[in-house]
């Protein structure tokens, strides 16, 4: 079964990883198996709402068919996962896909446990039964660091270890990541703090808001860098960042730059995959209206290719595999006006100060994206489209460095609209067009402009 949406309900992205119907959040263990991508995902199975939190679980041979498969990890009755299955990641363990997650169990205070669940048969590459270990392999944060959060283990390797991350707020406001050493999934050690709000570099980068760092995740660039990414949580979701930078022997990770992962308002938690030959990430985006009588709530982001400039920023571009979503001719190959269609992939490249209009309001006002190539910014203006607060969002600014053309590509379907800049910056939000609004692009003159219709992908 495909990943579309239901059909009365405009907002509802068609192309992009999400249940059927009621809650979806985090994104976890994106995972590779006999040829298939798995995604997990942060799940309520019967209500609209974040609660009775399972694992959803899809999977995918190209990155544009997606099928649902049943309930991954849910809620072992007396276990210590029974209020929930949260946030972690999957792995290989000699042969065998499994899911290291962060449980809650019926007394929570506040930590979580980390459990693990092996999947049943190996070797079925849809990964549809998972089996729950009875007892976390770790029951709380390590003693003397004062921790009061404590969640979403991460698993990676480095010079032949298994490694792994858990997130971390101590209580003294200070957020930090943990180090484990877990070469037997089964036998924990702590190995000390990865990076905590101390550090020069992450406080140049995130600020001070943050009292803990969620969903962390550590991935090796193709150039021998490595990049940190972390959830920035202030007593409720915030936003996401990164640090570049090196990971020494000692298991030291020393930070080069950093800033905002996404500067877009509705975009959290991105969990990352690391392949061999480059690193893709999925966002969680929420939703940014009262859900009132919605039946779904939640979507993930198109895959991005991650990696890293020679000067320390970021490099992100949406997956080469999204191009099998493309019409088979353009609806738009110059400046001007063309009609929309509901779900799009818009490239405009422009030499000189360029406005590109999205959405018109019965009262005239528009959508915009602007570019300006000598200042090296690039505008996204929502007008008097509302968010849950019933306000008109601020203009969000994007600064990369000057150049004599500068690209933006905009991905939209329904209502999550995802803006790449060059491939130095992102920009995702939410925005939920009304019944007498006109979907419309126009392109002031002296732009390139490229714009695709998304299908439904043919097999083949």
Known sequence: MSLT????????PRFRVRPPANWMNDPNGPFSWRGRHHLFYQHNPDAPVHANVHWGHASSSDLVHWEHHPIALAPTPGGPDEAGCWSGCVVDDAGVPTAVYTGVD????????ICLARAADPDDETLTEWIPLPTPVVTGPPEG??????RDPFVFRHDGRRLALVGAGHADGTPSVLLYDCDDLTDWRFAGVLLDGRDPAAAAAFGDRASGWECPQLYATRGGEWVL????????????AYLTGRLDAGLRFTARTGGRLDHGRDFYAPAVLQEPDRALMWGWSWEAREQGENDWAGVLTAPRVVDVHPDGALRVAPAPELHRLHAAEPFATAPGRA????AYDLTVSARGHTTVTLLRSASGAELTVSLDPEEGTVTLDRGDWPRKEMEPAEPIVVRVPPHEELTVRVLV?????????GDRATVTERVYRRPDDTRELNVTPGAAVTGWALVPPTHG
């Open 5 to 12: 949406a239901p059909p009365q309900d405009p907002h509802a």
């Open 106 to 113: 019926r007394d929570h205070v506040g930590l979580g446990t």
């Open 145 to 150: 660091l004062d921790v009061v959060m404590f």
């Open 229 to 240: 990414v972390v959830s920035l949580w202030d007593g409720h979701p915030w936003t996401t």
């Open 339 to 342: 009609a929309l269609p509901a």
């Open 413 to 421: 379907d329904g209502s999550l609209y995802e803006l790449f800049v």
